[in-house]
Nanobody, 116 residues
Framework: QVQLVESGGGLVQPGGSLRLSCAAS????????MGWYRQAPGKPRVLVAR???????NYADSVKGRFTISRDNAKNTVYLQMSSLKPEDTAVYYC??????????WGKGTLVTVSS
């Protein structure tokens, strides 16, 4: 089993920044891409950003140029640096880890609220 623990959420004003972290622990052998999804109230969960083991990122169009995903394989941690935050970025952010065989792992989520 793998545990994913997110941290770094909170309340921020529009235009502000936050950095989310997700630490993986447990049987991490076999993990591949890691990423962040988000779910706003009444909406489906959607991909925000994803990064391969080799460090190749991809982003949702809505966050390109504002968010940066990175990972530290030595620490089994993935980060999401969020800048120029907008009210529409308000959501619960979930860490995700894919693996070679089997379903993805998910964290419990961390709430990001962008409001003045």
């Amino acid at each position: 089993q793998v545990q994913l623990v997110e941290s770094g959420g909170g309340l921020v004003q529009p235009g502000g920044s936050l950095r989310l972290s997700c630490a993986a622990s447990g049987s991490i052998f076999g993990l591949t891409a890691m990423g962040w999804y988000r779910q706003a109230p009444g909406k489906p969960r959607v991909l925000v950003a994803r990064i391969s083991v080799g460090g190749s990122p991809n982003y949702a169009d809505s966050v390109k140029g504002r968010f940066t995903i990175s990972r530290d394989n030595a620490k089994n941690t993935v980060y999401l640096q969020m800048s120029s935050l907008k009210p529409e970025d308000t959501a619960v952010y979930y860490c995700n880890a894919a693996r070679v065989v089997g379903p993805d792992y998910w964290g419990k989520g961390t709430l990001v609220t962008v409001s003045s």
